[in-house]
């Protein structure tokens, strides 16, 4: 049972990862939504009282028990484990990391499909996610749960397939399995609450994480350009609302300034260069409000 350090209702007690692949993305997103993160391992509570929340430390799988449960108000987590866990709390926003695809995989050339597993016994991590797919789909099989490495289970013949996490497929290669069937499930690291009336304090935690969002996914750009191309360059760059526009001391020139898309950056500045932009920064974005 966790146990709080705080009494004040006005604190957002948010649950954190502890270890494991979600916990280093999960710490460095709330560093720079502004919040305390701790320094050592063994912390297992946090109070970051000049910014209202506390945070506690919890295996990632638990995470959305405690927040169904309502004993913690927030938590980041897995959607897949979100999923698997059958808690009362809900997805309210995807981060954008953590991203990982849930596909079954078999031995080579023996499944193609999900029907191909009537009566087949399934190895997984995640029973509760698998259980749900099939059942959607009218398929009755045997779903056991494997902590860890499960690739081994069909060749030691636990298992005729799995079910798992899938990244370039190379692990399940060398065990002689593919993936066939289209994927389980798309997953990320995800903000989850109970649901119902939102804890005080949530929504500026929520604006917080989605300002880091679009930090990482967009720089400022600032550039010179002539007056007569200043349309054709506000195209290339419209900005969220709308950039910025200055007049500058060199006669029939202004400056120009908006955010971008990261991902498409360097070729706005060419497109700017070519339309007669001179000038042209980039610069990133720590934190921002939209």
């Not at 957002?12 to 990862?17: D, G, K, Y």
Request: hydrophobic share 40%; aromatic share 6%; glycine share 10%.
């Amino acid at each position: 049972m966790v146990s709080t350090t705080s009494t004040d209702p006005a604190i957002l007690r948010i649950a954190v990862p502890n270890k494991g692949a979600l916990a280093q993305s999960a710490s460095d997103m709330l560093r720079e939504s502004g919040y305390r993160t701790r320094q050592d391992a063994k912390e297992l509570t946090l109070l970051d009282a000049d910014n209202g929340v506390e945070l506690f430390y919890l295996r990632p799988r638990d995470i959305a028990l405690y927040v169904g449960e309502g004993t913690l108000d927030v938590g980041i987590t897995g959607r897949d484990l979100l999923l698997d866990s059958g808690a009362k709390a809900e997805e309210v926003l995807g981060l954008g990391f953590g991203r990982s695809t849930f596909r079954f995989a078999g031995p080579t050339g023996e499944y193609a499909d999900v029907a191909d597993l009537q009566g087949a016994r399934i190895a997984t991590s995640y029973p509760g996610i698998v259980r749900q797919y099939l059942a959607e789909r009218g398929v009755e099989a045997t779903v056991s749960r494997l902590d860890g490495a499960v690739e081994s289970s069909v060749h030691l013949g636990v298992a005729d397939v799995i079910a798992d996490v899938v990244e370039t497929g190379s692990t399940l290669a060398r065990a002689g399995l593919a993936v066939f069937g289209d994927p389980i499930l798309e997953s990320e690291a995800v903000l989850v609450t109970r649901g119902g009336d939102a804890s005080p304090g949530l929504d500026v935690f929520r604006r917080r994480l989605e300002g880091v969002m679009a930090a990482r996914s967009y720089v400022m750009m600032d550039y010179d350009i002539p007056e007569e191309r200043v349309t054709e360059a506000v195209d290339l760059t419209p900005g969220i609302e709308s950039p910025t526009v200055s007049p500058l001391h060199r006669a029939g020139w202004v400056a120009v300034r908006a955010m971008v898309p990261r991902a498409g950056a360097h070729r706005v500045m060419d497109q700017l260069w070519t339309i007669g932009a001179r000038g042209i920064l980039v610069t990133d974005i720590h934190a921002c409000r939209l």
